[in-house]
């Protein structure tokens, strides 16, 4: 199984081509989300200086820690989810990185079921390498996650990351 994101996996999930190499976001029309679902939930940052939300799809399975299969297949899905997590994230880019940045990850499943919070934020690894690629921070040595939201049952399944700058 090939791990690649076409473009119609693209436009579902509501980014187009820009023109430029990289991809921009569509205007969302759907309704959004309602706060009635029991979910995990931190409180927000005091005062963030500037929150960057980026959607992504899930991480491919072989990018999961329970995983086992060949090292070539999770070698491609690392590659290609990178790739991809670097182009979303390009156009949010500052001018300088940020020296620490903090990040919250949303996972939106289609079903009841999503992996526990620490391996969603394993999973994400990949994505989190391809945000640093991008120019969002530094290093992901000085990215520190926050508890998971998991929210079960909605439309699309997807992975909403939110980070900001957590330079005191």
């Known amino acids: 199984m090939s791990t690649t994101f076409t473009?119609?996996?693209?436009?579902?999930?509501?980014?187009?081509?820009?023109g430029k190499g990289g991809l921009m976001r569509i205007p969302d029309?759907?309704?959004?989300?309602?706060?009635?679902?029991?979910?995990?939930?931190?409180?927000?940052?005091?005062?963030?200086?500037?929150?960057v939300t980026l959607i992504l799809p899930h991480p491919p399975e072989p990018l999961r820690p329970n995983w086992r299969g060949h090292w070539a297949r999770k070698a491609k899905a690392v590659s290609?989810?990178?790739?991809?997590?670097?182009?979303?994230?390009?156009?949010?880019?500052?001018r300088?990185?940020?020296?620490?940045?903090a990040y919250k990850i949303t996972w939106e499943a289609r079903k009841s079921q999503a992996p526990d919070p620490?391996?969603?934020?394993?999973?994400?690894?990949a994505g989190l390498d391809g945000l640093a690629d991008a120019g969002l921070f530094v290093d992901d040595s000085s990215a520190w996650p926050e508890r998971p939201l998991v929210?079960?049952?909605?439309?699309?399944?997807?992975?909403?990351?939110?980070?900001w700058d957590d330079t005191e």
């Open 7 to 18: 473009r119609d996996h693209l436009r579902r999930l509501g980014y187009v081509p820009d």
């Open 29 to 51: 029309e759907q309704p959004q989300a309602t706060d009635d679902i029991n979910v995990w939930t931190t409180p927000p940052p005091q005062k963030p200086k500037q929150v």
């Open 80 to 94: 290609a989810y990178r790739k991809l997590a670097c182009l979303v994230a390009k156009p949010y880019a500052p």
């Open 96 to 101: 300088v990185p940020w020296k620490n940045v």
């Open 118 to 125: 620490d391996n969603i934020i394993a999973s994400f690894k």
């Open 151 to 163: 929210m079960h049952n909605q439309p699309h399944g997807q992975l909403v990351v939110q980070l």
